[in-house]
């Protein structure tokens, strides 16, 4: 059974950091060449893709967070982090990691609908 678990998720104040990690359990595919991503749900919003690593280990950004999200992965260990720099409260939200085995293209990789597997999600809140 697949398990992915966020952690790194807190409050700070506008400008500061965070760093995001996701740890997959039980994943038998090669994180290597999956497509991985993070997107977030703010109250009342559609959940939306933040950012993506694709089965090239070229990394795809929202416009939103470009310039200030960093997206990596670390093979041997089945990780996947997210550092977030200059935080806005608009960047208040629940993140969630998520992966799938597939090749996506760049089109699909920040639909939530194009992964098969999710995080249960980490809270990221920022106060003004």
């Known amino acids: 059974q697949v398990q992915l678990v966020e952690s790194g998720g807190g409050s700070v104040q506008a400008g500061g950091s965070l760093r995001l990690s996701c740890a997959a359990f039980?994943?038998?595919?090669?994180?290597?060449?999956?497509?991985l991503a993070w997107f977030r749900q703010a109250p009342g919003k559609e959940r939306e893709g933040v950012a993506a690593i694709d089965s090239s280990a070229v990394a795809h950004y929202a416009d939103a967070v470009k310039g200030r999200f960093t997206i990596s992965k670390d093979d041997a260990k089945n990780t996947l982090s997210l550092l977030m720099d200059s935080l806005k409260p608009g960047d208040t939200a629940i993140y969630y990691c998520?992966?799938?085995?597939?090749?996506?293209?760049?089109?699909?990789?920040?639909?939530?609908?194009?992964?098969?597997?999710w995080g249960q999600g980490t809270q990221v809140t920022v106060s003004s």
């Open positions: 998520a992966a799938d085995h597939g090749v996506l293209g760049w089109w699909l990789l920040l639909n939530p609908r194009s992964y098969k597997y």
């Open positions: 039980g994943y038998t595919y090669s994180i290597y060449s999956s497509s």
